[in-house]
């Protein structure tokens, strides 16, 4: 071979020519020069010509593996197109596989011959990594659109529906019920990442926790709900929302609950009207008596509980009441008043547990302070018809008033000197956080929401953190 074709050969070669186009232009260029050496140094055209053609083809398409090309940048490399193909065949099929429906690759690839060392040509199973992480493959799914974001996707429609029929009656339901979503949810069919869909299980927990990522805990000898919501930071509410038919006071040890901080993506709302005959606690009407002693107290006239005739819709969201309406009413009996005698008293927030705190409720004591059902009961349940008013037993500053786990509605007051109490179950909260209160301010109403059976208030008297009985402050 000539010199100067040995030359020129060397010459394409390391031009970097890797596709047709880039090949066509060189053509053009070295005719043009193979040409003039032809006439220069007497040889023909046409062994000019054949001599260019072979080197062109070797410069142009000397690669020793093919490249997977995605929006021109090359996502994977392969030993040749072939095995590129069957690459991505084969991760199409494994995921058919996973998934139980067919799947197809949702990008637009090329390939494209190129030169790399023999070592960096991957093995097959590094080949498929690459492909699965840089490319996208879809399926035909049943998505759970929730207001009209797609949220869980399953193989098929018939998988959807029986979740969505699951989620219906995951929380206990009582007689009269109507059963429904707070959101607009519905099923579709849309071409999803082969990723996202999932199997029911998955779907039920990612429904329930907002995760398919669930912390779980399994019951040791002694737990209490309660004991679990301080050592995870995560409240009653969301407990019994992931755990659906929990019964917070009959737990088993060993038992597996979930555990998630985060809201559930669908609200299960069950509604009903229930008409029930209910005692009316007998307010309490204080007179002060100068010859009483400050923390004295003397029975003027016993008070004598009524009675009413009402009707309720009842609202629960994920198993917990959320909102009761009276509908109607009717009183079957009046309350009588108790009237008391007691001296004057003042506000003392002490450490010591000295304070004197106004009864927030007209209702007695309907469960007391201290073990009830293998738990502690932190505070005192007063009866209290739903709807009366709560009023603040001291005045001070309000701390919180919102939505509080097992709480319900709640508000808690800051007094000075440590103490703090806590209003629960409210149907209604009419203060806010910050706001200045004084003593016997309503500051919200009586109901039922969180965990509880039935109308009341839940209130305790905190100092320091650390819970005491109400019946020592309450005069």
């Given at each position: 071979?000539?010199?100067?074709?040995?030359?020129?050969?060397?010459?394409?070669?390391?031009?970097?020519?890797?596709?047709?186009?880039?090949?066509?232009?060189?053509?053009?260029?070295?005719?043009?020069?193979?040409?003039?050496?032809?006439?220069?140094?007497?040889?023909?055209?046409?062994?000019?010509?054949?001599?260019?053609?072979?080197?062109?083809?070797?410069?142009?398409?000397?690669?020793?593996?093919?490249?997977?090309?995605?929006?021109?940048?090359?996502?994977?490399?392969?030993?040749?197109?072939?095995?590129?193909?069957?690459?991505?065949?084969?991760?199409?099929?494994?995921?058919?596989?996973?998934?139980?429906?067919?799947?197809?690759?949702?990008?637009?690839?090329?390939?494209?011959?190129?030169?790399?060392?023999?070592?960096?040509?991957?093995?097959?199973?590094?080949?498929?990594?690459?492909?699965?992480?840089?490319?996208?493959?879809?399926?035909?799914?049943?998505?759970?659109?929730?207001?009209?974001?797609?949220?869980?996707?399953?193989?098929?429609?018939?998988?959807?529906?029986?979740?969505?029929?699951?989620?219906?009656?995951?929380?206990?339901?009582?007689?009269?019920?109507?059963?429904?979503?707070?959101?607009?949810?519905?099923?579709?069919?849309?071409?999803?990442?082969?990723?996202?869909?999932?199997d029911l299980e998955t779907a039920r927990q990612t429904l329930l926790c907002g995760s398919n990522r669930v912390q779980q805990y399994t019951i040791k000898d002694g737990d209490t709900l309660w004991d679990i919501e301080r050592a995870t930071n995560i409240d009653l509410g969301r407990m019994l929302t992931a755990n659906p038919g929990l019964?917070?006071?009959?737990?088993?040890?060993?038992?597996?609950?979930?555990?998630?901080?985060?809201?559930?993506?669908?609200?299960?709302?069950?509604?009903?009207?229930?008409?029930?005959?209910?005692?009316?606690?007998?307010?309490?009407?204080?007179?002060?008596?100068?010859?009483?002693?400050?923390?004295?107290?003397?029975?003027?006239?016993?008070?004598?509980?009524?009675?009413?005739?009402?009707?309720?819709?009842?609202?629960?969201?994920?198993?917990?009441?959320?909102?009761?309406?009276?509908?109607?009413?009717?009183?079957?009996?009046?309350?009588?008043?108790?009237?008391?005698?007691?001296?004057?008293?003042?506000?003392?927030?002490?450490?010591?547990?000295?304070?004197?705190?106004?009864?927030?409720?007209?209702?007695?004591?309907?469960?007391?302070?201290?073990?009830?059902?293998?738990?502690?009961?932190?505070?005192?349940?007063?009866?209290?018809?739903?709807?009366?008013?709560?009023?603040?037993?001291?005045?001070?500053?309000?701390?919180?008033?919102?939505?509080?786990?097992?709480?319900?509605?709640?508000?808690?007051?800051?007094?000075?000197?440590?103490?703090?109490?806590?209003?629960?179950?409210?149907?209604?909260?009419?203060?806010?956080?910050?706001?200045?209160?004084?003593?016997?301010?309503?500051?919200?109403?009586?109901?039922?929401?969180?965990?509880?059976?039935?109308?009341?208030?839940?209130?305790?008297?905190?100092?320091?953190?650390?819970?005491?009985?109400?019946?020592?402050?309450?005069?």
């Amino acid at each position: 071979m000539p010199q100067w074709f040995q030359g020129q050969r060397r010459l394409a070669g390391s031009t970097g020519i890797k596709n047709y186009g880039q090949a066509k232009k060189k053509f053009t260029e070295l005719f043009h020069w193979y040409k003039g050496q032809a006439l220069k140094r007497q040889i023909g055209i046409g062994a000019a010509l054949y001599f260019f053609v072979a080197i062109l083809a070797y410069a142009a398409f000397h690669g020793n593996a093919c490249a997977v090309i995605l929006d021109r940048q090359v996502v994977a490399v392969a030993a040749s197109e072939k095995d590129a193909r069957s690459a991505l065949k084969e991760l199409a099929d494994i995921k058919s596989g996973q998934t139980g429906i067919p799947v197809v690759l949702a990008d637009k690839v090329s390939f494209e011959d190129i030169r790399v060392k023999p070592e960096d040509i991957p093995d097959k199973d590094v080949l498929l990594g690459r492909l699965d992480g840089a490319l996208t493959f879809k399926a035909k799914a049943a998505a759970i659109m929730v207001d009209g974001q797609e949220k869980v996707a399953l193989k098929d429609k018939g998988d959807a529906e029986k979740l969505l029929d699951w989620l219906r009656t995951a929380f206990p339901l009582q007689q009269g019920e109507q059963v429904g979503f707070k959101e607009k949810v519905e099923v579709a069919s849309l071409p999803v990442d082969a990723k996202d869909i999932v199997d029911l299980e998955t779907a039920r927990q990612t429904l329930l926790c907002g995760s398919n990522r669930v912390q779980q805990y399994t019951i040791k000898d002694g737990d209490t709900l309660w004991d679990i919501e301080r050592a995870t930071n995560i409240d009653l509410g969301r407990m019994l929302t992931a755990n659906p038919g929990l019964d917070p006071d009959y737990l088993s040890i060993g038992q597996v609950l979930n555990l998630s901080k985060d809201a559930p993506i669908i609200t299960v709302v069950a509604t009903r009207e229930v008409t029930v005959d209910e005692e009316v606690p007998y307010p309490v009407e204080a007179k002060i008596d100068d010859s009483l002693l400050i923390g004295e107290k003397r029975v003027i006239r016993d008070g004598e509980n009524g009675e009413r005739n009402i009707t309720y819709r009842i609202v629960r969201e994920n198993g917990l009441e959320t909102d009761r309406e009276v509908l109607a009413e009717r009183v079957i009996r009046e309350a009588v008043p108790a009237i008391i005698a007691k001296g004057s008293y003042t506000m003392l927030a002490s450490r010591g547990g000295s304070g004197r705190l106004d009864w927030p409720c007209w209702g007695g004591v309907v469960s007391n302070y201290g073990m009830r059902d293998g738990r502690m009961h932190e505070g005192v349940d007063l009866g209290a018809n739903y709807g009366s008013p709560i009023t603040a037993a001291a005045g001070g500053k309000v701390i919180s008033a919102g939505w509080e786990g097992g709480y319900g509605k709640l508000v808690r007051i800051s007094h000075g000197g440590g103490m703090v109490t806590y209003y629960a179950h409210l149907s209604t909260i009419l203060v806010d956080v910050g706001q200045y209160v004084d003593r016997g301010e309503v500051i919200g109403k009586a109901g039922a929401t969180g965990y509880a059976t039935g109308p009341h208030l839940h209130f305790e008297v905190r100092i320091d953190g650390e819970p005491r009985n109400p019946l020592n402050y309450l005069q």
